[in-house]
């Protein structure tokens, strides 16, 4: 089993998995200030007011503050810092147009974040405790107004994404417990269950419009095509499952893989399926071909418990070893190594709305980000010879290139002239 099968759940027992039951609370409003004021936005005293250039509040504005005595200007980061938790997270998500990031944990507790590159930047906005269990997806609408939450208890929480107030909730939406979470539109969404349960949502109507159990195992990921019309879920059955949506009804499963499929996404503009496993795997299937796989490639991972794609070429894989590696699909290619939660599993990853970061949740309670500007323009040639070599490309500097530290190439660099002038000189020695 993955995230999604028994790891989380030894996990949720062993941190309690017990949410607090109670309201949202709001941490960064006041005086009328909208919740997504930027983080380094005008406070109540050492202002410049904006009537007559004139100091407000009690301390001395920067335009008449002793030189020797300011405060030094916060350092710009290459990516925001990490975001800790009391427990682990268990699911991420970015918001679609701001520089906002939610996160659910094990105790079914939600935060939601801003985040910055500047030094100290990052502030939590609110937090809600109204999960009773663990929270295990989270997902933003596409107009970033309502946060989606599923949970272990079996419920369906959206709040007020500004304020962080419930609006509407789905007690019993499901009769195991909740897994899995896509928003399909403004008014559908698609959750399934721990016991392979499907369920198509209408907000209009406030209730379930599809109901089907074709797997029988627990949900793992879905996905769905740009004509949102084939809504497709990944199972711990080995099947990957095609439902049409617009006329509600099952179509067909995959042929079963070996061990559990863990997640779904679509790649080269949707010709291309790719699904995660749990045996290190990446099954390819054709769009259109779903009956059985077009292609597999052995990431040399132990598992692949989560996907996200970042190009229509590219995408990134977390794993249980801690390290997100970024993958290229046809040709299929490891590229690198974009950067990893030492020895804990990786529960989820996220793309920025800008696309220039990568959010990622593990065992380690944090919340990490990593800067993947540099895949946009990677082009893997066909033809070129693979490099056999154990230790991964690191592609950021925070990355450490596998187990090994960034600088690693550096040394061995360094290395190797002198191992070639030590050879030279034998050489000499020789003749």
Same mark, same amino acid.
């Given at each position: 089993?993955?995230? !999604?099968?028994?790891?989380? %759940?030894?996990?949720?027992?062993?941190?309690?998995?017990?949410?607090?039951?109670?309201?949202?609370?709001?941490? =960064?409003?006041?005086?009328? %200030?909208?919740?997504?004021? *930027?983080?380094?936005?005008?406070?109540? $005293?050492?202002?410049?007011?904006?009537? $007559?250039?004139?100091? &407000?509040?009690? $301390?001395?504005?920067?335009?008449?503050?002793?030189? #020797?005595?300011? /405060?030094?200007? *916060?350092?710009?980061?290459?990516? *925001?810092?990490?975001?800790?938790?009391?427990?682990?997270?268990? !699911?991420?998500?970015?918001?679609?147009?701001?520089?906002?990031?939610?996160?659910?944990?094990?105790?079914?507790?939600?935060?939601?974040?801003?985040?910055?590159?500047?030094?100290?930047?990052?502030?939590?906005?609110?937090?809600?405790?109204?999960?009773?269990?663990? +929270?295990?997806?989270?997902?933003?609408?596409?107009?970033?107004?309502?946060?989606?939450?599923?949970?272990?208890?079996?419920?369906?929480?959206?709040?007020?994404?500004?304020?962080?107030?419930?609006? !509407?909730?789905?007690?019993?939406?499901?009769? @195991?417990?909740?897994?899995?979470?896509?928003?399909?539109?403004?008014?559908?969404?698609?959750?399934?269950?721990?016991?392979?349960?499907?369920?198509?949502?209408?907000?209009?109507?406030?209730?379930?419009?599809?109901?089907?159990?074709?797997? #029988?195992?627990?949900?793992?990921?879905?996905?769905?095509? #740009?004509?949102?019309?084939?809504?497709?879920?990944?199972?711990?059955?080995?099947?990957?499952?095609?439902?049409?949506?617009?006329?509600?009804?099952?179509?067909?499963?995959?042929?079963?893989?070996?061990?559990?499929?863990?997640?779904?996404?679509?790649?080269?503009?949707?010709?291309?399926?790719?699904?995660?496993?749990?045996? $290190?795997?990446?099954?390819?299937?054709?769009?259109?071909?779903?009956?059985? !796989?077009?292609?597999?490639?052995?990431?040399?991972?132990? @598992?692949?418990? +989560?996907?996200? *794609?970042?190009?229509?070429?590219?995408?990134?894989?977390?794993?249980?070893? &801690?390290?997100? %590696?970024?993958?290229?699909?046809?040709?299929?290619?490891?590229?690198?190594?974009?950067?990893?939660?030492?020895? /804990?599993?990786?529960?989820?990853?996220?793309?920025?709305?800008?696309?220039?970061?990568?959010?990622?949740?593990?065992?380690?309670?944090?919340?990490?980000?990593?800067?993947?500007?540099?895949?946009?323009?990677?082009?893997?040639?066909?033809?070129?010879?693979?490099?056999?070599?154990?230790?991964?490309?690191?592609?950021?500097?925070?990355?450490?290139?596998?187990?090994?530290?960034?600088? =690693?190439?550096?040394?061995? /660099?360094?290395?190797?002239?002198?191992?070639?002038?030590?050879?030279?000189?034998?050489?000499?020695?020789?003749?």
């Amino acid at each position: 089993m993955t995230r !999604t099968g028994s790891r989380i %759940r030894e996990r949720e027992a062993a941190g309690g998995g017990q949410g607090t039951g109670g309201c949202s609370r709001l941490l =960064a409003q006041s005086n009328g %200030r909208k919740l997504f004021s *930027p983080p380094f936005g005008a406070g109540k $005293g050492g202002n410049v007011s904006g009537a $007559g250039g004139s100091c &407000g509040g009690g $301390g001395r504005c920067r335009a008449h503050a002793d030189p #020797e005595q300011e /405060e030094p200007e *916060p350092r710009l980061r290459e990516t *925001p810092e990490d975001i800790s938790f009391e427990a682990a997270a268990n !699911t991420i998500a970015f918001h679609p147009s701001q520089d906002i990031l939610a996160a659910g944990d094990v105790d079914g507790d939600v935060y939601v974040y801003s985040y910055s590159c500047l030094e100290g930047g990052n502030r939590e906005l609110w937090s809600s405790g109204h999960h009773l269990k663990s +929270c295990r997806e989270v997902s933003f609408s596409h107009d970033g107004h309502k946060l989606f939450t599923v949970s272990k208890d079996k419920s369906i929480h959206i709040l007020n994404v500004e304020e962080g107030r419930l609006v !509407t909730r789905f007690s019993k939406a499901h009769s @195991s417990a909740l897994n899995s979470l896509l928003v399909i539109d403004e008014h559908l969404f698609a959750t399934g269950d721990d016991g392979g349960m499907l369920k198509v949502w209408d907000l209009r109507k406030g209730t379930a419009i599809m109901e089907m159990q074709q797997h #029988e195992e627990y949900i793992s990921g879905m996905a769905i095509d #740009e004509n949102k019309k084939l809504l497709l879920t990944t199972s711990g059955d080995g099947t990957m499952g095609v439902f049409n949506i617009k006329r509600r009804r099952f179509e067909l499963l995959s042929e079963p893989q070996s061990g559990d499929l863990t997640s779904v996404v679509l790649m080269k503009r949707g010709k291309k399926v790719a699904c995660g496993s749990s045996e $290190g795997t990446i099954y390819l299937f054709n769009w259109d071909g779903f009956g059985a !796989t077009s292609d597999r490639f052995a990431v040399k991972a132990e @598992s692949i418990d +989560c996907m996200v *794609p970042v190009t229509e070429n590219v995408l990134c894989t977390g794993s249980i070893d &801690g390290v997100i %590696r970024a993958v290229n699909i046809l040709p299929n290619r490891v590229i690198g190594s974009v950067g990893q939660h030492l020895g /804990e599993p990786i529960e989820q990853l996220a793309k920025s709305h800008t696309g220039q970061l990568l959010a990622s949740c593990g065992h380690d309670q944090k919340v990490k980000f990593w800067d993947i500007s540099s895949l946009c323009s990677v082009v893997v040639d066909d033809y070129r010879k693979r490099k056999k070599s154990g230790q991964l490309k690191a592609l950021s500097s925070k990355a450490l290139g596998g187990r090994e530290d960034f600088f =690693a190439d550096l040394r061995e /660099e360094a290395k190797a002239p002198k191992e070639e002038q030590e050879k030279e000189s034998d050489s000499d020695d020789s003749d």
